[in-house]
């Protein structure tokens, strides 16, 4: 159980970067196998254009506060939550990009941690950026409904539907990432739309969680649709969200995907390791960083999330 469990009540969204980090010193001491570099997937999926391909004139640059209106007839509600998207001048309206969502902590919001975890300008404007806020009535992300019922599901299918009508987005490349509440939420999503997300990457976070009759006998989550290739990072000295929620995190994407026991291989940025023998279109990166707090990985934390995206 982590020593701040956001089913029970909020992860602190503290978004202090760890200046004193130094990353030279960094070792991979995690109980890799061998020195060799780590393998990429070898198996790249067709671009899918979105129904946006072909259509002129949609708004590039910064597109903040957009409304989206989300339905969900189970309970009889309809909200209309705010979102900031980036749309790069890379969009001509005709080549499909990919489109990453990034999840922000408890509290806190798109704009704000957009301003703490650079991941766009390791993209060089290669990908369409897109920054949700959570509910006001709860200021972070449900980690318990199924998604049927779950506000923050349905908004994640909103915004893809309503970005992938206005802007050329490659469907076979969506993908999800968050700090702390946020980095709980794609771990969520990846387990709930598996069919939809390419991959997730986790910062400071963990899960997925299901309800009671989604556990096997043996007490491992069984998610209703497909893997995906996962990357966990978290810091070693994390006393907000433990470091054991990563490494449950690690071990339920080591399973579902294939990968062998043991430490892994090493893999740029230090103290990476790519797991072993995954299934080849769905591997597992995890990162373990020493002296890291609760907070986004300062150096590191975009340049892994962003190679671990481009290599799709």
Same mark, same amino acid.
């Given at each position: 159980?982590?020593?701040?469990?956001?089913?029970?009540?909020?992860?602190?969204?503290?978004?202090?970067?760890?200046?004193?980090?130094?990353?030279?010193?960094?070792?991979?001491?995690?109980?890799?196998?061998?020195?060799?570099?780590?393998?990429?997937?070898?198996?790249?999926?067709?671009?899918?254009?979105?129904?946006?391909?072909?259509?002129?004139?949609?708004?590039?640059?910064?597109?903040?506060?957009?409304?989206?209106?989300?339905?969900?007839?189970?309970?009889?509600?309809?909200?209309?939550?705010?979102?900031?998207?980036?749309?790069?001048?890379?969009?001509?309206?005709?080549?499909?990009?990919?489109?990453?969502?990034?999840?922000?902590?408890?509290?806190?919001?798109?704009?704000?941690?957009?301003?703490?975890?650079?991941?766009?300008?390791?993209?060089?404007?290669?990908?369409?950026?897109?920054?949700?806020?959570? /509910?006001?009535?709860?200021?972070?992300?449900?980690? !318990? *409904?199924?998604?049927?019922?779950? @506000?923050?599901?349905?908004?994640? =299918? #909103?915004?893809?539907?309503?970005?992938?009508?206005?802007?050329?987005?490659?469907?076979?490349?969506?993908?999800?990432?968050?700090?702390?509440?946020?980095?709980?939420?794609?771990?969520?999503?990846?387990?709930?739309?598996?069919?939809?997300?390419?991959?997730?990457?986790?910062?400071?976070?963990?899960?997925?969680?299901?309800?009671?009759?989604?556990? /096997?006998?043996?007490?491992?989550?069984?998610?209703? !649709? *497909?893997?995906?290739?996962?990357? @966990?990072?978290?810091?070693?000295? =994390? #006393?907000?969200?433990?470091?054991?929620?990563?490494?449950?995190?690690?071990?339920?994407?080591?399973?579902?995907?294939?990968?062998?026991?043991?430490?892994?291989?090493?893999?740029?940025?230090?103290?990476?390791?790519?797991?072993?023998?995954?299934?080849?279109?769905?591997?597992?990166?995890?990162?373990?960083?020493?002296?890291?707090?609760?907070?986004?990985?300062?150096?590191?934390?975009?340049?892994?999330?962003?190679?671990?995206?481009?290599?799709?």
């Amino acid at each position: 159980m982590p020593s701040v469990d956001p089913r029970s009540r909020p992860v602190q969204a503290s978004l202090v970067l760890a200046t004193s980090l130094v990353l030279g010193a960094l070792g991979s001491g995690l109980g890799c196998s061998d020195d060799s570099p780590a393998p990429e997937p070898t198996s790249r999926v067709r671009s899918e254009s979105s129904q946006g391909c072909g259509k002129d004139g949609a708004p590039k640059g910064v597109l903040g506060n957009q409304p989206v209106t989300v339905k969900n007839n189970l309970r009889t509600y309809h909200a209309i939550i705010t979102y900031h998207a980036i749309i790069p001048d890379a969009h001509d309206g005709t080549t499909p990009l990919p489109l990453v969502f990034m999840f922000h902590g408890s509290g806190g919001d798109g704009a704000g941690l957009r301003g703490v975890y650079n991941l766009e300008l390791e993209a060089r404007g290669q990908a369409i950026f897109v920054y949700p806020n959570a /509910d006001d009535a709860t200021g972070t992300w449900d980690l !318990e *409904r199924d998604a049927d019922s779950n @506000i923050d599901i349905l908004l994640f =299918d #909103a915004i893809l539907e309503a970005l992938s009508v206005s802007h050329c987005v490659d469907r076979k490349r969506v993908f999800a990432t968050g700090y702390s509440a946020g980095g709980y939420f794609a771990n969520q999503l990846a387990c709930r739309r598996g069919s939809v997300l390419r991959a997730i990457a986790s910062h400071a976070g963990g899960g997925p969680f299901g309800d009671s009759g989604e556990y /096997d006998a043996d007490g491992r989550l069984r998610c209703p !649709e *497909r893997p995906i290739a996962a990357l @966990i990072a978290h810091g070693a000295d =994390d #006393a907000e969200v433990a470091l054991d929620e990563a490494k449950k995190s690690r071990e339920h994407w080591r399973r579902v995907n294939g990968c062998a026991t043991g430490g892994g291989v090493p893999r740029e940025p230090s103290p990476c390791v790519s797991l072993a023998s995954c299934a080849q279109d769905r591997p597992v990166v995890y990162c373990e960083i020493p002296g890291l707090g609760h907070s986004v990985w300062p150096e590191g934390g975009p340049k892994a999330t962003w190679d671990f995206f481009a290599s799709f």
